[in-house]
């Protein structure tokens, strides 16, 4: 059973279409859910780390939150740059100190 | 500040070679994880290292290893290449306590034929 799930695993979007990802995990002890982006051919670009439930954190279009199972990815009016994959990762207790359990992605296509 | 370097970007290699890839950490980072990029199984971790000790590491066979130099530098060696080592590996680093967040490099693509 996977640790980190996220849907859809891909999506399409008109530019300025408003959209959420979804990254549900079934770890126990989370220390912290990361959000990366990467594009094709490049290493993950950091965006956010939320530590506890009700955490929110924002950067230009993007947009973070977590409960308790779950973190959403929100898209206010994507541009055709904001295409990338985006991967969500948590860090727990029972794992290595720095060590990263990441979802396969969701890949974000946005159409002029 | 300079980010995190890795060496080669590209490499192509035999079956049953062995092969060293290196990566620079971020300046006063210290902690330097590895991890492994394929299509089918997407980002898996390797290991990690925190001032030259390995402190935890994945579920990948004995013929993956790596280590720490005292200048946080790390080098990952997988050796008696197999075709499915073929991928993307990424070398991440953080400044360690209180912060865990970590910061990857642009990768080595290792092709083996």
């Known amino acids: 059973e996977d640790q980190v799930t996220q849907s859809p695993e891909a999506l399409r979007l008109q530019e300025g279409e408003s959209s959420s990802l979804n990254c549900s995990y079934t770890v126990s002890g989370l220390r912290g859910l990361f959000w990366y982006r990467q594009d094709p051919g490049k290493g993950p670009e950091f965006l956010f780390t939320l530590y506890s439930a009700g955490e929110e954190k924002e950067k230009e279009r993007l947009k973070a939150t977590l409960t308790k199972k779950e973190s959403f990815l929100h898209i206010t009016a994507p541009k055709p740059e904001d295409s990338a994959t985006y991967l969500c990762a948590v860090q727990y207790s029972g794992a290595g100190s720095y060590q990263l359990t990441f979802g396969k992605g969701t890949k974000l296509s946005v159409i002029p | 500040k300079a980010g995190v370097t890795q060496t080669p970007r590209y490499l192509i290699k035999t079956r049953g070679q062995q092969v060293t890839l290196s990566c620079s950490p971020i300046?006063?980072?210290?902690?330097v994880s590895w991890y492994q990029q394929t299509p089918g199984q997407g980002l898996q971790f390797l290991f990690e290292?925190?001032?030259?000790?390995?402190?935890n590491k994945g579920n990948f066979p004995g013929r993956f290893s790596g280590r720490q130099f005292s200048n946080s530098r790390s080098e990952m060696n997988v050796s008696t290449l197999e075709l499915g080592d073929s991928a993307l590996y990424l070398c991440?680093?953080?400044?360690?306590?209180?912060?865990?967040?970590?910061?990857f490099g642009p990768g080595t693509r290792l092709t083996v034929t």
């Open positions: 991440a680093s953080s400044l360690g306590v209180p912060s865990y967040e970590q910061y």
């Open positions: 290292y925190f001032s030259e000790t390995q402190r």
């Open positions: 300046s006063g980072h210290r902690s």
